[in-house]
């Protein structure tokens, strides 16, 4: 079993940066692939980034490209979401998931573990 703790949410004026990390515990993800969703009030959740087992390949929702920037560490068994140039849309609960695939998948229900989100919200 696989727990996943998020942090580095908050609140940060329009235009500022927050760099989310994900800790995963209970064994190691190096071999899964890694992904990040959101869900703002009132709407669904979705998706964000993902990148593969290795770190060697990246995806990102068209909203958030060129602003957002996911890595890992799998030494740390960690993962990451940098958040730069955000905007007040960008405001909702920030959620990791882990696949036990290691290729990237891009919805929800393809993800195997998922932790309990950060918050994050954006003033304009």
């Known amino acids: 079993q696989v727990q996943l703790v998020e942090s580095g949410g908050g609140l940060v004026q329009a235009g500022g940066s927050l760099r989310l990390s994900c800790a995963a515990s209970?064994?190691?993800?190096?071999?899964?692939?890694m992904g990040w969703f959101r869900q703002a009030p009132g709407k669904e959740r979705e998706f964000v980034a993902a990148?593969?087992?290795?770190?060697?390949?990246?995806y990102y929702a068209d909203s958030v490209k060129g602003r957002f920037t996911i890595s890992r560490d799998n030494a740390k068994n960690t993962v990451y979401l940098q958040m730069n140039s955000l905007k007040p849309e960008d405001t909702a609960v920030y959620y990791c998931?882990?696949?036990?695939?290691?290729?990237?998948?891009?919805?929800?229900?393809?993800?195997?573990?998922w932790g309990q989100g950060t918050q994050v919200t954006v003033s304009s």
């Open positions: 998931a882990a696949v036990r695939k290691g290729y990237i998948r891009t919805t929800s229900d393809e993800y195997d573990y």
């Open positions: 209970g064994r190691t993800v190096s071999s899964y692939a």
């Open positions: 990148i593969s087992w290795s770190g060697g390949n990246t």
